[in-house]
C-alpha cells in the first residue's frame, strides 16, 4: 500500500482509500477531485503512515521520504511551480485530518515554501506587502507549531520591535524587518529556520503526526468518545492566491438561492482578493451573477460558465443544493470546498420540489429532507434581518411569527384598538380563557410569566399568533398601565415588537418581513406527504374562521373543538355566570336557555365549514369556577351586573375555589354533577346539525366526552347524549350520522381502556393532560423547576412539547391496544399539542392510530410528519 | 316425595331435605331439631306443594289435605294438645318460608286455633285479658291477610266500637265485644269466619301459597334479582306461651358476653310473659345468670342448667357464639330461634381466641372470622350507649373515637388548654401542615371542610385521634370564634363531644366508655397473625413517640416518617422561612444549619425507639411554599419575625404560588433545585445514626426520595445521599448500613420502574399520591363531586379509602414486576394510607410485596388482613 496519495489535477486513483486510510479531510480531497473538480492540487499522507511512526519511535517507514519526494516532484509538474523556485515557487498548506475530526486540535501550516528567496517572487504577484506579511506569518506559525518556540517568546521579541506601532500598520519594509527578528528568536531558541522547502515539509509533517498524540488531542478524544485510531493524516496542497495578478479573485457561493430556493447560482466575490478580504468586510463584494458591471457573469463569462457548470455537476453529485468557497488564480478557478448549503425553511421546500421535478431526488427523498417542523415557519412574517432592533428583554420563544403593535394590559383594550384597525400587542402577567377574545385580535402576545405550554403559548400557537411568554425581564405594573425593561418603562399605548421565534421584545415598530407568497412548492410537497401518510390529521379549532383555516391548511376534520372558548363570549359568560350563581334548577335552566341559541350559531358556523368532514366536540371541559371573575377583578360590578349581591358571589367562589383545579370538577364531572349544561351542548350541536343537514351540508358530529377515569362515567354520559340527539333528531325529522367517544387523558382511562370502550364510538388522546398526570406535573408551575432540569439534561425538552413515548406512550400504547381488543375497528387519535410533534406523530403512526389533531398551523408540520413516519416504518 | 315434612319432638327425618325443599326457615326448624333442640314441634308444607298449586289453576295436589291432616294428628300427638280441645287446644302459628328469605312479604299468623271455644281454656292458662287479646288479633289477622277483608274497614269499625277508649285500656270484656264487632265485619264482606280450626289452617295455607306470586312479591323478586322459584314453602308450628301459670316465661340470650366475649351465659329474661313484653319495656326484665333472687338460675337452676347445656351444643354445631330466644312454658324449655351473634369489635377477638382454645376452630378461622377493621375500635373510647346527647350536626366520620374538649379555633390555642390540662376540640375549616403542633395535643379535631382523606382525616387517623371532617353542618367564624350550628352558637371555650365513628358533633361532654382493658386475646390473635403472614408491616410515624407506639403495636418497622412535619416545629419554622427567603446561598445555608441539630434530634429519638428495626425516611416532599403564612396570616407579622420587609415577602409568596400545588414544585424537585435542603437532611439523619451506632443501637436508615418521575432524577439524588452519609460516616469512623430507594407515588415512574429500579435499593408505593394522579382527582377537592358518584353507584367507596385494584393497582403491578426484572430481590412496600386497607393488603399480598405500612393505630388491622390473604391465596 502507497504511503501517499496524490490528489487534483487528474492525479487521483479511482478507488477510493475511504476515511480510515486517508482522514476525513483527504478522502473529501480525494472526492472532489475524482469527480473533475478543479480543487488546488496535492496530496495526502496516509493515516498508516502517522501509525507506523508512533509504533516505531517516531521513526518513518522506509520508503516514505522517498514517496514524499516524488509527491512533490508530481505536484510541482501539475503546477509548473517547483519548491524554491524564485520565478514559480510551489508554495503548500499542511493540515492534519483524522478519520474523525477533531477541530482545533492542529493550527494550519499556510504558505509553507515560502523562503527569503520565494518571498520575492510572491511579491512581483500579490504585492510587497502581502508577501512579506505572509512569511511573517509563516515564520512565526513555523517556529510554534514545528519547531517548537514558545509563542510568547516569539511575541516578547515582535512587541520589542514594534514598540508603539501595530503590525497592521506595518509597510512592507517594517514587515521585513519583524520577519527578521522572528527568524533570529528561532534560530536563539531552537534550529535555524530553515530556507529549504523540502526541509520545512518534512519537518512540518514530523509535526503534524506527533500532534496527534499531544495532551490536548489525547483529552479531546476521550471526553468527546473517540476511540484513538491509528493516527492522522497529513494533507499538503498548493498554496492558491485570489490577489494575485491578472484574472484573481474569490468568492462565496450556493448553486442556489437559500432563501428563496430559485434555482441559478447565487452568491458574492471580490477580484483580487484572498477569503480573509471578504471576511473582514473591508471591501464590499459583488454579485456572481448578473449583469451589472462587476458581477463575475460580466467581468469574465467563461469562468463564470465553468462555475455553473460545477455547480450543476456538485448537485448532480451530492443531490443537494451546495455552498462552495471557491478562489481564482490568474485565470484559473478553484473550489476550496463545497457542502450542503443552509438555507431558510421557504427556500427548503423549494429546493426538493425542483430536485423532484429534476430527476435528481425522489418524492421520499424529498419529504424525508423537510423537516417537519420548519413548515410551520414558512407562512409566518419575520424580522428583517437588515432591521435595526433595540432588544429590552428576552422570554421564550412561544409561538413564531413577529409582530407589532402598541401595548395594551386588558383584553378589552384590544378589541378597542382593533376597532380603530390598531394593532395591538397583549401584555399580561399571564392570560386566562377570559383572554381569549383579546387574543384574537391582538397582534401578539407577550406574558411575564409562563411556560411553552402556558395557557397563553397553547391558545397564540393555536391562533397562529406570535407570542413570547415567560418574560421574566419584564415588570407589570396593571394599576399603572406600564411595564418596565431594564432602563425603558413601555406604557400602554407605546409600540412594542416582539419576535415569537426568538423571544426577542424591542422597542418601537421593527421591520419586518412578509412571508413570500406561496410559490406552491409547499403545497406539492404536502400533496405528495397525503398520497403516503397512513394517518389522518385534523386540527383544533373552537371557530368557523378557525375551521375554514384548518381546511385550507389541509385538515381533514377537526379533532378538537374547545367548547369553554363558545362561553366566554360576553354573552354567554354573563348567562354562564347567572348559571353558577342560580340557587335554583329553573334560573339554572333559564341562563343555558340563552346560551343554546349562541352555541348553535357557532357551531353552526363550524359545521359549514367543515361540510363533508368530521367534527369532533368536547362538552365542557374546565371547572365552573374559571368562568367567574377572578381575585383581581371588581367583584362588585360583576354582581351588580348579574343582579347578585357581593356577598352570595363571594359565597360561591369560595365555594367553588379547589386547591389543585388540574385535578378537580371538571370535565365529565361536571357533566354529571350537572347534568343540565352537558344537555343543553348536546341539544345546541344537534340543532345546528339537524338545520344543516335539512341545507343539504354533510354534517358529521362526533360528541366528545373529556376526562373519563371510569367506565361508567362514559356509560351515562353516552347515555344522556343519545337522549338528547334522538329527541332533536326527532324533533327536526331527520339528522346527521353521529360517534360519541371520549378523551383518554387520565391514565386510569387508559389503563381499564377495555371497559372504558365499550362505551365508546371513539378514542381520542388528550395528551396534553395525560402527560400532566402521568408526570406529576403540572404546566403552569413546570416553570419553576424545569429550566434546572433542562441544564441539568434531565429533561431536554419537556414532555409537553415533545412527546415523551418512553412514558405516556406506554399508556397511549396500552389504551390502544386494550380499546381495540374489545372493538377491533375503535377510532383512535390524538388531539393534544404532540398532534403536531413530529416525534409524536412517528410514535403515533407507528401504534396504529387513525389520525392526529394539532393546531392548524400544525396541520403542514404533521402532514409531513405523518408521511415520513410511512416511509421509515411502513404500515399497511 | 312427601308433600309434609314434621319437625320437633323427635319426629325430624335425619337426612335434610334441604332449603329448596323445605324454605330457609323450614330447612332451620329442621336443622335445629335434628340437632335435639326442644324447638315448638310443627310441619313444613314443600315449595313443591306450592309449586303445583301454581302449576294447576290454585289447586292442592292430590293427598295434600290428607297429609296435612295427618301432620296435624302427628302434631297433637306430639304436643298433647288438640285441634279445638277446650282444654288442652293446639294453637299454632303459620309463616311463609321460601329458599330465598323475602322478608316483610307474608305477615305471620299467629294464635292459628283459637275459636269461640279454645280462647276459654287459653284464658284460664295465662289470662282473660290476653286470651281475649290474641284472639281479637288472630281474626283482626285472620280477616285481613286470609279472608281478604280490607284492614280499613275492620279499623273504622273498631273505632265506632272503642269510641273514646283505646285498646290497650279495654278489660277482657271490652276486648271480647271488639271480637265480635270485628267478626260481624269479616261475615259482611267475605266469608264468615271458620271455627274450626282444621279449616283456618285450611285457608291460611292458600293464602300464603297466593302471597308468593302476589305483585309486591314479584316486584321484590324482580328488584332484588331473586330467580322466581318454585313457590314458598308454609310453615306451621305449635304455638308455646311463656306467660302460661306455673313456671313460665321468656328470654333472650347469648351464649358468651356480646361486650366481652368472656364465656358463660350472658341475656335476659321475664318470668310470666310473653316475647312482646320483653320487647316492649314495661317490666324489667332480670338477668338469666347470677345468684341474685330473680336470675333463671336462681329461681329455675334445673332450666338454667338446661339452657346452659343447650347453648354449648349450639356452640359446638354452629362454632360460633349464639344469640338465642328461649320460652319456657310450664315448666317446658323452648328454643324459638338461634342465630349468630353480634358482638363488640373487642368481644369477637375474645371469642375467637377462646374458641381456638376450647378446640372448637382452628386458628386460621379465628383469623378469618375478624374483620381486620374492627381492631381500629378495640382501643378507642366510644359513647356510652345510654348517654344522653344532643347532636348539632353531623360530618363525615375521619377517625375513629369519641373525644370531649373545649372548642378552639386556633392551634395555638390548643397548647395553652393542653398545658392547663384541659383538653380541647380543634375547629377549622380545613387543616394544613401548620396545624399538626395543635392536633398533637388536641383531644379531638373537627373541620368544615373536606374529605375522608382531607389533610385533617389523614393526620388525625395517624395520631389515632378521633376525627370529624367534612361537616358543612356547621359555620364557622374565625374572627368571632364561634360557630354555628343549626340553632346552637358554640364559643371558643365551649365544651362539645366529637364520634369519629358516626361523624356526630354533640353539645356538651357526652359519657363515653373508656376501652376495657386489654385481656391480651389481641395479642394473642395478632400473634397467630405474624405466624402466617407473609407481609410485614410497618407504621408511618413522625416521631419517636410515634414509633414506639407502632412498635408496640406490632410494626416491624417505619415505613414512612414524613420529615416535613419536623420542620414545622415553631423553631424549624422559623429557619425554614428564613431559608425560603434568604437571597444569598449561605444566608440559606445558615439557616439550613440552624434546622440542622433539631432534625438529628428528632431522628435520634425515632432510631432509638426502632432500635434494630429498619426506618425509611422520606426526604422532604411539599412544595416550599406550604412553609410561608397563608393569606389569612398577619404577613406583618411573621416578616417582623423574620426580620425581612413585608414587600420581600409578599413578592416571594407571589413567586412561590402554584396552580396546582400538588403537580407543582415539590419532592425531588426541590431536592434538584435546592440540593442544600436534602444534604442538610441527610446530614441530619447520618449524625443521628452515627451517633446511635457509636451507643451500640442498631440503627437501619433506609433513604426515600419522594415524587420521582425520571430514573435521572433518582440517580443524581442517589449520588447526593451517598456521598453525604459516606462523608458524615467518614466523620464518625463508622455508621450504619443504609439503603437509598424512592416512593413509586407517579404513573411514570411505575411505566418505566425498570430504569428506576437501577438507582434504587427499594420502592415504596406512595399509593396516595398514584391514586390521585391516576384518576387525575385531588383528594381535597373531591368533596365537590364524589357524593354525587357514590350516590351514582359509580364509586362506592372513595379509591383513596379503598385500593383501587383495577386501575392504580396495574400500575403497582407493573411498578413492582418491572422493578424486579431489574433487580431480582428489589425490596417493595407501600406506604399510602392503602397499606391499612385491607382489600389493599390482599392485593399487595397477592403480587408479592415485602411491606405495607400505615398508621401505628392500623398496624394490627394490617397484620391481620395480611394473615387473611395468605390463608386465602398462599405464597411462598
Redesign the interface.
Known amino acids: 500500500m502507497p504511503w501517499i496519495h496524490s490528489f487534483g489535477a487528474g492525479r487521483t486513483p479511482a478507488e477510493d482509500a475511504g476515511k480510515a486510510i486517508l482522514g476525513g479531510k483527504g478522502a473529501g480531497l480525494a472526492s472532489m477531485s475524482r469527480m473533475g473538480l478543479p480543487v488546488p492540487p496535492g496530496f495526502t499522507l496516509t493515516t498508516e503512515a502517522c501509525g507506523y511512526f508512533f509504533d516505531n519511535g517516531q521513526r518513518w517507514p522506509d520508503g516514505l521520504e522517498h514517496d514524499l519526494v516524488e509527491a512533490v516532484r508530481s505536484l510541482e509538474e501539475a503546477t509548473g511551480k517547483r519548491f524554491g523556485d524564485s520565478q514559480h515557487p510551489l508554495l503548500v498548506s499542511v493540515r492534519s485530518g483524522a478519520a474523525i475530526s477533531m477541530p482545533g486540535m492542529m493550527d494550519t501550516v499556510l504558505n509553507l515554501g515560502l523562503n527569503d528567496t520565494t518571498v520575492q517572487a510572491l511579491a512581483r504577484a500579490a504585492g510587497e506587502r502581502f508577501a512579506w506579511d505572509s512569511y511573517r506569518r509563516f515564520v512565526q506559525m513555523f517556529g510554534d507549531i514545528v519547531l517548537g518556540v514558545h509563542f510568547t517568546r516569539m511575541s516578547r521579541a515582535a512587541d520589542a520591535f514594534l514598540g508603539d506601532r501595530k503590525i497592521e500598520n506595518l509597510d512592507a519594509e517594517g514587515l521585513k524587518g519583524l520577519t527578521d527578528v522572528l527568524k533570529r528568536v528561532v534560530a536563539e531558541v531552537g534550529r535555524e529556520f530553515p530556507q529549504d522547502p523540502m526541509e520545512q515539509l518534512k519537518a512540518a509533517v514530523d509535526a503534524v503526526f506527533s500532534s496527534y498524540n499531544s495532551h490536548r488531542a489525547r483529552y479531546y478524544r476521550k471526553s468527546h468518545g473517540i476511540p484513538d485510531a491509528a493516527g492522522t493524516a497529513v494533507n499538503v496542497q498548493s498554496m492558491v492566491f485570489g490577489n494575485m495578478e491578472g484574472a484573481s479573485g474569490t468568492g462565496v457561493c450556493f448553486t442556489r438561492n437559500p432563501k428563496t430556493g430559485a434555482t441559478g447560482l447565487f452568491g458574492e466575490w471580490l477580484p483580487n482578493a484572498q477569503g480573509e478580504d471578504v471576511v473582514a468586510g473591508i471591501r464590499t463584494p459583488f454579485p456572481v451573477h448578473g449583469t451589472t458591471p462587476d458581477t463575475l457573469e460580466h467581468t469574465h463569462p467563461a469562468l463564470y460558465a465553468k462555475l455553473c457548470g460545477l455547480a450543476n455537476d456538485l448537485e448532480t453529485h451530492y443531490r443537494d443544493m451546495q455552498d462552495i468557497e471557491f478562489t481564482i488564480e490568474q485565470g484559473e478557478l478553484f473550489i476550496l470546498q463545497t457542502r450542503t448549503g443552509k438555507r431558510s425553511a421557504q427556500a427548503a421546500v423549494q429546493i426538493v420540489v425542483d430536485l423532484v421535478h429534476e430527476g435528481v431526488i425522489t418524492r421520499d427523498d424529498a419529504l424525508k429532507r423537510i423537516e417537519p417542523s420548519s413548515l410551520e415557519m414558512v407562512m409566518r412574517p419575520v424580522i428583517s434581518p437588515d432591521a435595526k432592533k433595540k432588544v429590552i428583554a428576552k422570554g421564550l420563544d412561544a409561538a413564531p411569527g413577529a409582530a407589532t403593535g402598541a401595548v395594551v394590559f386588558e383584553s378589552a383594550d384590544c378589541q378597542e384598538y382593533f376597532d380603530r384597525d390598531e394593532p395591538t400587542i397583549l401584555v399580561r402577567l399571564e392570560t386566562s380563557p377570559e383572554d381569549i377574545q383579546g387574543m384574537t385580535v391582538a397582534a401578539g402576545v407577550l406574558t411575564a410569566r409562563g411556560g411553552q405550554t402556558s395557557h397563553a403559548a397553547v391558545v397564540a400557537r393555536g391562533m397562529g399568533k406570535p407570542c413570547v411568554v415567560g418574560c421574566t425581564d419584564i415588570q407589570v405594573d396593571y394599576s399603572r398601565e406600564l411595564f418596565y425593561a431594564g432602563d425603558s418603562v413601555i406604557r400602554k399605548g407605546d409600540w412594542i415588537t416582539i419576535d415569537g421565534a426568538t423571544g426577542e421584545v424591542m422597542e418601537g415598530k421593527v421591520e419586518m418581513l412578509s412571508p413570500e407568497s406561496d410559490s406552491g412548492a409547499m403545497a406539492e410537497l404536502l400533496s405528495w406527504a397525503d398520497d403516503v401518510a397512513r394517518l389522518d390529521v385534523r386540527a383544533n379549532a373552537d371557530t368557523g374562521p378557525d375551521a375554514a383555516r384548518a381546511r385550507e391548511l389541509g385538515a381533514v376534520g377537526i379533532g378538537l373543538c374547545r367548547t369553554e372558548h363558545m362561553f366566554f363570549q360576553p354573552e354567554s359568560l354573563k348567562a354562564i355566570r347567572r348559571m353558577i350563581l342560580a340557587d335554583d334548577p329553573k334560573a339554572r335552566q333559564r341562563a343555558l336557555n340563552e346560551i343554546l341559541p349562541i352555541q348553535r350559531g357557532m357551531f353552526a358556523e363550524i359545521f359549514r365549514a367543515m361540510d363533508g368532514l368530521p367534527v369532533t366536540i368536547r362538552l365542557l371541559d374546565p371547572p365552573l369556577h374559571e368562568f367567574l371573575p377572578g381575585h383581581d377583578e371588581d367583584l362588585g360590578e360583576t354582581a351588580r351586573a348579574l343582579g347578585v349581591r357581593v356577598e352570595a358571589l363571594k359565597v360561591r367562589l369560595t365555594q367553588?375555589a379547589?386547591?389543585?383545579?388540574?385535578?378537580?370538577?371538571r370535565g365529565v364531572?361536571v357533566g354529571?354533577?350537572s347534568p343540565e349544561v352537558y344537555r343543553t351542548q348536546v341539544r345546541a350541536i344537534f340543532e345546528a346539525a339537524c338545520e344543516l343537514t335539512q341545507e343539504g351540508v354533510v354534517v358529521l358530529p362526533e360528541v366528545m366526552i373529556p376526562?373519563v377515569?371510569?367506565a361508567?362515567?362514559l356509560e351515562?354520559m353516552r347515555a344522556l347524549v343519545v337522549e338528547t340527539a334522538e329527541a332533536v333528531i326527532g324533533e327536526y325529522g331527520t339528522g346527521p350520522e353521529y360517534l360519541v367517544g371520549t378523551m383518554i387523558?387520565?391514565?386510569?382511562a387508559a389503563?381499564?381502556a377495555g371497559d372504558v370502550a365499550k362505551h365508546a364510538d371513539f378514542f381520542s388522546f388528550g395528551t396534553n393532560?395525560l402527560t400532566?398526570?402521568?408526570?406529576?406535573?403540572?404546566r403552569?408551575?413546570m416553570g419553576?423547576?424545569f429550566p434546572?432540569?433542562q441544564r441539568?439534561?434531565?429533561?431536554p425538552h419537556s414532555p409537553l412539547a415533545v412527546f415523551?413515548t418512553?412514558?405516556?406512550g406506554?399508556?397511549v400504547q396500552m389504551g390502544t391496544e386494550r380499546g381495540r381488543a374489545t372493538k377491533a375497528h375503535l377510532k383512535v387519535g390524538v388531539c393534544g399539542e404532540h398532534g403536531g410533534d413530529p416525534n409524536g406523530v412517528r410514535f403515533f403512526h407507528a401504534n396504529g392510530l387513525n389520525y392526529v389533531s394539532c393546531s392548524p398551523y400544525r396541520v403542514p408540520v404533521a402532514r409531513l410528519a405523518a408521511a415520513v413516519a410511512q416511509i421509515e416504518n411502513p404500515r399497511g
Not at 387523558?745 to 386510569?748: A, F, N, Q
Not at 441539568?792 to 429533561?795: P, Q
Open positions: 367553588l379547589e386547591s389543585n383545579p388540574m385535578l378537580g370538577h364531572r354529571l354533577t376526562l377515569a371510569l361508567g362515567e351515562r387523558e387520565l391514565p386510569r389503563l381499564t393532560d400532566q398526570m402521568t408526570y406529576g406535573m403540572s403552569d408551575d419553576k423547576f434546572d432540569y441539568a439534561g434531565l429533561m415523551d418512553e412514558g405516556v406506554q399508556l
